[in-house]
């Protein structure tokens, strides 16, 4: 139940399309869904977050999109870049400042 | 601002020493961090939350006599991994939460910390 399910596990994308992410949860005390991406060798960075009191979150490039009763999210890159290949993590917490609980990662390549 | 350091950023032990991993909030404070492993190609599994003047709170299955976590101060948590052996190579990753930031949801991430042990 405390699970994070992710696909795909690898992506290619050629350079100006859309990636996309999935992710699904099963625990409904989850209530604080981020993103993070992660560059080999480095930490996660923090790219867009959502709570499940809005169903679309955009910032950027990013969008978040949220279906509470199907217990689903996804990521969204649009215009996708090289510089955006890189290891991309769902993850989940009961509450933003409690521990998270990351789903197992998509590798994401952007294609010139 | 809300950044995250940790130190070292590699290190490489002889099986049976101790290694001591040190996470850091910069600007701001945490009164509470998470330590996390990750293998290679896989992803971050959470070790254990850090409180600052507590006890740490362990993972199911985390030995908390191999990994000592010490969270001395608002800025300052602790990994030590007593008598690393080689399966405790790994990619050491912290996280810590602001609390007086404008969103105490987000946890930010240190760079992490490659240990090998040989």
């Known amino acids: 139940q405390q699970q994070v399910k992710q696909s795909p596990q690898s992506l290619i994308v050629q350079k100006g399309g859309i990636s996309i992410i999935n992710c699904a949860y099963e625990?409904?005390?989850?209530?604080?869904f981020p993103w993070y991406q992660q560059f080999p060798g480095k930490g996660p960075a923090l790219l867009i977050a959502i709570r499940p009191d809005v169903s679309e979150k955009k910032e950027g490039r990013f969008t978040i999109s949220f279906n509470k009763s199907a217990k689903q999210f996804s990521l969204h890159i649009m215009d996708s870049q090289p510089g955006d290949s890189a290891t991309y993590f769902c993850?989940?917490?009961?509450?933003?400042?409690?521990?998270?609980?990351f789903g197992t990662g998509t590798q994401l390549k952007v294609e010139l | 601002g809300a950044v995250v350091s940790q130190h070292p950023s590699r290190v490489i032990c002889k099986s049976g020493t101790s290694v001591k991993i040190e996470c850091r909030s910069l600007?701001?404070?945490?009164?509470?961090m998470f330590w996390y492993r990750q293998f290679p190609k896989q992803s971050l599994m959470l070790m254990a939350t850090s409180n600052e003047g507590s006890k740490a709170t362990y993972e199911q299955g985390v030995e908390k006599d191999k990994f000592l976590i010490n969270h001395a101060s608002l800025t300052l948590s602790t990994l030590t991994v007593t008598s690393a052996h080689p399966e405790d190579s790994s990619f050491y990753i912290c996280?810590?939460?602001?609390?007086?930031?404008?969103?105490?949801?987000?946890?930010?991430f240190g760079p992490g910390t490659r240990l090998t042990v040989l």
């Open positions: 996280s810590a939460r602001d609390i007086g930031g404008p969103s105490t949801d987000t946890q930010y």
């Open positions: 600007d701001f404070q945490a009164t509470t």
């Open positions: 993850a989940a917490s009961p509450g933003g400042g409690n521990k998270l609980t």
């Open positions: 625990n409904t005390a989850f209530d604080y």
